[in-house]
């Protein structure tokens, strides 16, 4: 098994972090640091990160969190701002949020510590399309619906034809749903500021097929078997 795998498989980030950790040489095989991504582990092997022993996860455990603004997708940071990974409390499970939502967003985030439905949900190749509610200033006209639909040039790409419909308008904000695949960083942030209606707040409310229904915000659930069958087969 190639040793980005085996990471990824003991819960501990997903199998591209993981290539980054031994890239940086945090990791070491029977204790020797190894530095290159083809190194390839067997079961009875003994890999440790940063001087700590990890294993594969007994037990796939996949979760669905309702994310509150304010929290961070990542374990650690150097502001010091608080991690999802707080938010759950399940001893001896590590816990990998399966894409990202940035700090002043809320809503919809999965994590689990399946390696392999990490890599395969998070992979470029791999669009699946997210839902967001978006409260904007000002109203849109039909001609920014259309340039939203159509696709927009932000940071040197165009992106893909996304739906979008005001759910309330108001002179002075409005409710809009936005729904994209590619989810490049702060996408639709990007999209609205580009067009003069800063968003004041963001929430994804749909990941494909799973919705965020009643769970309130901090709060998180395990996900139904036909959930997480789901996302094994899209």
């Known amino acids: 098994m190639r040793l980005s795998k085996y990471i990824a498989d003991c819960g501990v980030c997903s199998r591209r972090k993981a290539e980054d950790i031994i890239l940086a040489g945090r990791v070491s095989v ?6 290159e991504l083809g190194t390839k582990v067997a079961d009875d092997d ?3 990160i940063d001087g700590v022993r990890i ?8 979760i669905m969190l309702n994310k509150p603004e304010g929290y961070i ?17 399940i001893e001896g499970v590590r816990l990998v949020p399966v894409g990202r939502l940035d700090c002043a967003t ?5 994590l689990t510590n399946d390696g392999d439905l990490v890599y395969k949900l998070t992979h470029p190749s791999h669009d699946i399309r997210k839902t967001y509610y978006a409260r904007i200033e000002g109203k849109l006209s039909e001609q920014e619906l259309e340039q939203i639909r159509n696709g927009m040039v932000i940071d040197g790409y165009k992106t893909s034809r996304t739906n979008v ?11 809009v749903e936005v729904a994209i695949k590619e989810g490049r960083n702060r996408q639709v ?19 494909g097929k799973l919705k965020l229904g009643e769970l309130k915000k901090g709060q998180w659930r395990n996900l139904t078997d036909e959930e997480v069958a789901y996302l094994k087969e899209i």
């Open 189 to 207: 942030r990007k999209i609205f500021d580009q067009l003069e209606h800063r968003v004041k707040s963001l929430r994804r409310v749909a990941t």
């Open 46 to 48: 003994i890999v440790s």
């Open 165 to 175: 419909k005001v759910l309330k308008a108001g002179e002075e904000t409005s409710l």
């Open 55 to 62: 294993s594969p996860a007994a037990e796939f455990v996949y």
């Open 73 to 89: 997708t990542t374990a650690l940071e150097q502001f010091g701002r608080p991690s999802v990974l707080d938010l759950i409390d």
């Open 106 to 110: 809320s809503g919809l985030l999965i």
């Open 30 to 35: 029977n204790g020797a640091v190894v530095a």
